[in-house]
């Protein structure tokens, strides 16, 4: 008999590459996945696993293992789906992936509604950037990535998954109270706080600045919204701010763009009436809060 847990390393080996991408993806160490795959060798009485330089490859026999091992956790992850849609009411938990400025803003809230409506339902929720979550997402991690795209840089899609948009939201030139902020040109000799250059707002944003013939003077590197915010009020930086994070008054600034807010699920689990519960909860508070249907 073979552990289902084991078989689920083995098939995200075969995705993924490498023993390290595991580690990561399921929060594991190297040493602990290898470990579990050896248990699974003997179980499987073949060799699994060959070493190609400093890396591994799979066996034939592993690969015969691997088309088996997709298709029963995928029976098993309808079957869990099926029984949960079955009953009448959301319990159970859902874990979520989320960016930072939805943790913020929207968890809040979220979890409000689904305690008078959902009350036996239980969200636990962890913040990560959206293509961590969504390769989170596709190993079984979490139930549910709550994710963002900006215009011209969009996600992969991973396979397998199910998409449903949200709503799009503004993003705001933000700059220290007094200051011109007419037009980004007119800032570039400005001071900028950014999120880093090798995350999707941060791509975005530099390539907004470039666009009007500048390269942006980023002082501060930070993936924390609030940091943003305080160094624009502070008069030290000017950044690009979403709508999303006001919520005692109303977003100013020049409008530079909309980026797009999306929930993923796995197909199969979306069905699944806690998650349809927490899906539903979002479209209801996103609303509240930024107004702006998914079109």
Known sequence: ????????????????????????????????????????????????????????????????????????????????????????????????AAFQTAMLTLMPPLLDLLAQHAPGLRLDAVQLEPDVALSVLTAGGCDLVL?????????????GTDRVDLGVDAMRLAVPRGSPGRSLARLADRRWILEPADTESGRWARALCREQGFEPDVAFHSTD???????????????????????????????????????????GTQRRPGVVAVRDGLREVYSKRVGSPAP
């Open 1 to 96: 008999m073979f552990d289902l847990h084991r078989l689920r390393l083995l098939k995200e080996l075969h995705t993924r590459g490498t023993l390290a991408a595991v580690a990561t993806a399921l929060g594991y160490s190297s040493s602990a996945v290898s470990q579990q795959l050896a248990l699974l060798e003997k179980e499987a009485g073949a060799p699994l696993l060959e070493r190609v330089g400093r890396g591994v490859r799979l066996t034939p026999q592993a690969l015969i293992l691997v088309g088996h091992a997709e298709a029963v956790l995928d029976r098993l992850e309808q079957a869990e789906a099926e029984i949960e849609a079955s009953l009448t009411t959301a319990g159970g938990v859902v874990r979520v």
């Open 147 to 159: 994710a963002e795209e900006y215009p011209g840089h969009p996600l992969p899609r991973p396979a």
């Open 225 to 267: 919204i609030v940091a943003h915010i305080r160094m624009v009020e502070t008069g030290h930086a000017v950044a690009i701010l979403p709508d999303l994070v006001w919520a005692d008054r109303p977003p100013s600034g020049l409008e530079l763009g909309h980026r797009r807010i999306y929930t993923c699920a796995r197909e």
